[in-house]
DNA sequence: TTTAATATTTGACTATATTCGAAATATCGG
DNA sequence: CCGATATTTCGAATATAGTCAAATATTAAA
């Protein structure tokens, strides 16, 4: 992965909205979800989302598909592992750090304590 | 981690030179370095590189510390871990996803365990 | 205390992103 | 073809980010 791709996925994601509907389709998995239903979800204007899905879509995070009158959105895995594993690459310079740098994998809500 | 504190680090870090210098200190390890030695090696002038330091370290994504003269910079792993578990987290729901979806099947870190 | 080294803050300028209503486009069912 | 539905494109207003030279702080050494 070059740098300026990671910049724009990452430029992607770095914003309220957009941030929103990419977890919301990670979650939903390759299934996907039509924009009619992410716009409804998240209270945006349509227009306002497809900016944001444009965004996403020309970064390579998600993918589009025509179903009848609907477009269907869902997340890219291979692009999102892609991109953690450029943000996340030779952590420490290689060396023994496995348990401080490398990143979890499913994390099923588990105790996190963290002081505000 | 909440919505607006991985918007911060993914914005952070949405930026041809931000995305350089942090992952220069990811490779670099606890050790960090120090704010000229990053100035030089991408020929940044000090102003502008204070100015994405303090944005990374504003985001949680790096740490700051005096030595001398200097003032080194190192990433935080924890918050890499934390920016890249929310990125990724419930996908596709929890299901079977492992070969689509996992990213990088390493287990979920623990604590650091790393000789200075 | 003076000087040099290292890094940050300030300030002024330029450029880009976000928002959303209204109009346009594409598809479906009759 | 026509009306209804789903989504995108356009356009204009508003807001925020990036750049870097010069001035300022902080520390170390002579």
């Given at each position: 992965m070059k740098a300026d791709e990671a910049?724009?996925?990452?430029?992607a994601v770095a914003h309220e909205h957009r941030l929103a509907v990419y977890?919301?389709?990670v979650k939903r998995g390759p299934q996907g979800l039509p924009a009619g239903e992410i716009a409804a979800r998240l209270e945006l204007p349509p227009s306002s989302l497809t900016f944001h899905l444009q965004?996403?879509?020309?970064?390579?995070?998600?993918?589009?598909?025509?179903?009848?009158?609907?477009i269907i959105y869902a997340a890219d895995y291979a692009a999102m592992n892609r991109l953690v594993a450029y943000l996340t690459?030779?952590?420490?310079?290689?060396?023994?750090?496995t348990p401080a740098c490398a990143p979890a994998a499913v994390k099923p809500a588990r105790h996190q304590r963290r002081s505000a």
């Open positions: 910049v724009s996925a990452l430029d977890r919301m389709l965004q996403l879509r020309h970064a390579g995070l998600v993918t589009q598909r025509r179903l009848g009158r609907q690459e030779n952590c420490c310079g290689g060396a023994a750090c």
